[in-house]
């Protein structure tokens, strides 16, 4: 074959070959985008279409509230040395829900017990004195998160305003400080009485919250966070009960919680002792408080029996 003619040949094959390398690429690329298509399908209905029914929940329920009781009573010097005031909080919720001298003696021996600085106690009593110095003292040396709290829980006593701790901006926060940013709201309400603003902000943070929860796969210690705060904050009618169940499945064998899930965990930098890989009380105060929320306020909403 003359040169020519070898010329011509790779000419008219040129681009038909690189035709059917750009239908290879489309076809490739059409199945990559398929494949990535239908595991978010996948994730997003095993994340939010419940799986079981009415009964077996409510069995499941049940037995998880048991074991995380066991896990508690066994943990208790624990909780009350460590005397992290927002779990202590929850405690008190869960015996106020459904009396247990377990619970309501943990808040009792934490009550008796001095606290510095002081003024946290009125998170657990509203009506525990505080001394205005020192709340303002302990605000200007916290972090953002336990400014709200502080400020919510004495208002009449703190010198900042919500405006300058950004506490009601409505689209700001994200993740852990938008949990955190609905706690602070809600003992607000409590402090000096709810409003029609008030209420419309804690519903849109609600909303925010349980509209991300659509898609978080990963049941580590903010996914029961979320979940537990909507519910104390009186919307069960935005959360799942897959959301529940998932958080029932992933209880430990000793009856608690951790923040780990797969490789995926939510808290950076966990306090001193406090491992990853074994429950902890973060995590399972969080979600025995969940589930006391969904057997002994909103059983109906979850579909339990009367």
């Given at each position: 074959m003359s040169?020519?003619?070898?010329?011509?040949?790779?000419?008219?094959?040129?681009?038909?070959?690189?035709?059917?390398?750009y239908k290879i690429a489309v076809v490739c690329l059409l199945l990559v985008l398929a494949a990535v298509l239908t595991a978010w399908l996948l994730a997003y209905g095993y994340n939010n279409v419940s799986l079981v029914g009415d009964r077996a929940f409510a069995r499941r329920l049940d037995?998880?509230?048991?074991?995380s009781h066991n896990w508690v009573q066994l943990n208790r010097q624990d909780i009350l040395t460590r005397r992290n005031i927002a779990l202590i909080r929850m405690l008190?919720?869960?015996?106020?829900?459904?009396?247990d001298p377990l619970y309501s003696g943990i808040v009792e021996s934490f009550m008796a017990e001095p606290a510095r600085p002081d003024c946290w106690k009125r998170l657990?009593?509203?009506?525990?004195?505080?001394?205005?110095s020192a709340l303002n003292k302990t605000i200007e040396q916290e972090q953002i998160d336990n400014k709200w709290i502080l400020?919510?829980?004495?208002?009449?006593?703190?010198?900042?305003?919500?405006?300058?701790?950004?506490?009601f901006d409505s689209e700001r926060w994200r993740e852990r400080r938008l949990t955190h940013q609905l706690w602070a709201l809600m003992h607000l309400c409590r402090a000096q009485g709810a409003n029609d603003k008030l209420n419309a902000?804690?519903?849109?943070?609600?909303?925010?919250?349980?509209?991300?929860?659509?898609?978080?796969?990963?049941?580590?210690?903010?996914?029961?966070?979320?979940?537990a705060f909507v519910l104390k904050a009186g919307f069960p009618q935005k959360v799942r009960r897959r959301w529940i169940e998932r958080v029932i499945a992933d209880q430990e064998p000793d009856g608690g919680w951790n923040d780990k899930w797969l490789l995926f965990t939510s808290?950076?930098?966990l306090p001193p002792g406090l491992s990853r890989s074994a429950s902890n009380q973060h995590a399972t105060v969080q979600a025995l408080w969940l589930l006391y929320q969904v057997k002994c306020r909103y059983g109906d909403q979850f579909g339990l029996p009367d």
């Open positions: 040169a020519r003619n070898r010329t011509t040949s790779r000419s008219v094959a040129s681009p038909q070959r690189r035709r059917r390398i037995a998880a509230i048991e074991n008190q919720d869960v015996s106020t829900m459904c009396p657990l009593d509203p009506n525990w004195p505080v001394i205005s400020y919510a829980i004495a208002p009449e006593c703190a010198n900042v305003t919500p405006e300058q701790i950004r506490l902000l804690i519903e849109r943070l609600c909303d925010r919250i349980t509209r991300s929860q659509r898609f978080d796969i990963a049941v580590v210690d903010l996914y029961i966070q979320k979940t808290i950076k930098e």
